[in-house]
């Protein structure tokens, strides 16, 4: 009976169902809870689960494909390219030195080099799953440490790739390690040079199946109407995209979240993420309860001072390499003391880097079981790292202003007002009073509590919620009302607005926001018609006022002012297509140019007519 699949099935959930819930009340965290109950069911406790709990391991891994694959969703191309300097800076700066810290202590340990370097690459990650997990239950993802934080992990999930390709490279015994390597892949019997083409190879065939086979697939099976069999199709990707990978001996996550990356710019991103969401959830509690029954107590038992040693020493130094990276990218203390204490454990992909590196042939069996327990209990410890900055380090270092805040239930309430407003900011607070100010019944939804509350002193209505939200969409009743002024500032919660309420309530018309010319491309590529520039009245008004001081005419600044402005807009919508940064180039170039010489002409035809107004 205990070996039962259903009895097995039956004490995983119960101990996540008793011991999450008490960790999060407790202000543990819901990962910890996890692996207190993986530990409680493990070996070292109650025995429930036994041996079978590393082949749980490895299913249960696909937690962490599915949570790269849902990353990827979330990260499109052109936003990918333009963190482009904070991934390769902030990651590539703190894998580089802990590697080298590592690698050298390591060799002044007496280990030989090759190991001291898969040592250094082991080390230098941290755990995308907790982190991510903990950083969006805290509501810190939009923070500085939380941006930094998904900077440095997505550099690291990349790294994997050259890591895996360079580990064959590094075996002590080429020839044991040829026939080991990738376990049953069907590159074992090649040459280690072959086993690197081949990597290659497959992640350029994901990033091309992705791109151009992947998404007519998708809008086929939508056009079933079939809500499973959506779903289907969407496990059927990332279960086949981690089996490609397998095969040549890569790490399943990094080809889903390629797969999740070249899929980002679907029309069916929201969907594939929420019909996997449940599945990434659950695998991951899985996960983390699988670390916890793995921890190997009877090696810490008998060596309780080199592997507490070692996880205390792998953490200080993880967390002055990440304190050194943060101050050197000008972070604030609280936000870079978050960032460090967030990133100081090894993580989840070290199990399959020290997977590899033993079949490789690279570390011994001893130095694997020793970093699998360091591993696992730097895991574990950092809930608790974390607990430790949030109530006794930030405290004395912060503001009570600059702390970060408990995320609050919506407030939202059902309404029937012609107008939404999507942001109560200085942007959106002035549409607001002057519809106001005209009887205009509008319904106001804010993300920040701190302005709802002080808003709601001053005698406004505004509700606290997040208006890219379908659901509060819902009960601010965005079916019966006209329009929308989407005037919140977070651009990618913008962008996620709009597909929302294109698909959901395609009635309601939309009046966007755009914080600068590059985001009015983007929203204009999304199909918006009405778009408004925050800086371009602004800045116009400004230009208007330096002319008239110069000595210009006033009814010549304005009529000048009109004709930029018309010119702008319809230039705006040529550039917006423009992909190619040479031809963007030349194209602003030429519409600049012939912007000047409408505007010099109308300035000589104004001239020549006689009289005008002089006004002010």
Not at 97 to 115: C, E
Not at 194 to 200: G, I, K, P, R
Not at 489 to 514: C, G, Q, S, W, Y
Request: with cysteine.
């Amino acid at each position: 009976m205990q070996d039962s699949f259903i009895f097995q099935a039956m004490i995983y959930l119960a101990a996540a169902v008793i011991l999450v819930p008490l960790a999060k009340k407790t202000g543990l965290g819901t990962v910890l809870g996890y692996l207190i109950a993986g530990v409680l069911i493990g070996p070292a406790c109650f025995r429930f689960i036994g041996s079978e709990g590393q082949d749980l391991m490895h299913f249960a891994e696909f937690g962490v494909v599915m949570l790269l694959f849902v990353i990827g969703l979330e990260l499109e191309p052109s936003r990918l390219w333009r963190m482009r300097k904070t991934i390769a800076g902030m990651g590539g700066l703190q894998v580089g030195i802990t590697g080298v810290v590592v690698t050298a202590i390591a060799l002044l340990l007496d280990i030989h080099w090759k190991q001291a370097v898969a040592l250094g690459m082991i080390v230098s990650m941290s755990s995308t799953a907790i982190v991510l997990q903990s950083l969006n239950e805290k509501g810190l993802m939009k923070s500085a440490a939380g941006e930094s934080s998904f900077a440095v992990l997505l550099f690291q999930d990349i790294a994997v790739i050259p890591m895996l390709a360079l580990f064959p490279l590094l075996s002590l015994n080429e020839k044991e390690a040829n026939t080991a390597a990738h376990g049953s892949s069907f590159t074992a019997h090649f040459p280690a040079w072959a086993q690197t083409l081949f990597v290659f190879g497959s992640v350029l065939a994901v990033v091309v199946i992705g791109r151009y086979l992947v998404r007519p697939f998708f809008r086929f099976i939508a056009r079933m109407a079939l809500r499973e069999m959506f779903t289907a199709a969407a496990l059927l990707l990332v279960v086949g995209t981690a089996v490609l990978m397998t095969s040549v001996g890569l790490s399943p996550a990094l080809g889903a979240f390629l797969a999740g990356v070249m899929l980002a710019n679907s029309e069916y991103r929201h969907e594939l993420e929420s019909d996997i969401d449940p599945f990434k959830g659950l695998l991951l509690g899985l996960f983390f309860i699988a670390v916890g029954a793995s921890i190997d107590f009877n090696l810490i038992y008998t060596r309780p001072l080199l592997i507490f040693g070692l996880v205390l020493g792998v953490m200080l130094v993880k967390m002055l390499v990440l304190f050194f990276t943060g101050k050197v990218f000008r972070m604030t203390k609280g936000q870079n003391a978050i960032f460090s204490f967030g990133l100081l454990q090894i993580g989840e992909f070290a199990f399959v880097l020290l997977s590899f590196s033993s079949q490789e042939g690279i570390l011994s069996k001893e130095l694997t079981d020793t970093m699998v327990a360091v591993v696992a209990i730097s895991m574990a410890l950092t809930p608790l790292a974390m607990l430790l900055n949030e109530k006794l380090i930030l405290p004395r270092i912060c503001s009570e202003s600059e702390l970060p805040q408990d995320e609050r239930e919506p407030d939202v309430q059902s309404e029937e007002n012609p107008v939404i407003i999507a942001g109560y900011g200085n942007f959106g607070n002035t549409v607001g009073r002057f519809l106001r100010a005209h009887q205009v019944g509008t319904t106001v939804l804010d993300v920040d509590s701190d302005n709802v509350d002080t808003l709601r002193r001053m005698g406004f209505k505004v509700y606290y919620g997040d208006a890219s939200r379908r659901d509060l969409l819902e009960i601010a009743g965005a079916r019966k009302a006209k329009l929308i002024i989407i005037a919140i500032n977070d651009e990618e919660k913008r962008k996620e607005m709009i597909e929302t309420i294109k698909k959901h309530f395609p009635n309601l018309r939309m009046l966007v926001r755009a914080s600068n010319r590059q985001d009015a491309y983007d929203l204009m590529n999304a199909g918006m018609l009405h778009i408004y520039r925050e800086t371009l009245d602004t800045s116009i008004r400004v230009g208007i006022d330096a002319m008239r001081m110069l000595g210009y005419r006033a009814h010549e600044t304005t009529r000048s002012a009109k004709t930029f402005f018309v010119q702008d807009e319809k230039t705006l919508r040529h550039l917006s297509s423009i992909r190619n940064d040479e031809e963007y180039v030349n194209a602003v170039r030429k519409n600049t140019e012939e912007l000047e010489a409408i505007l010099q002409a109308d300035h000589a035809m104004v001239h020549q007519k006689s009289g005008g107004w002089e006004g002010r």
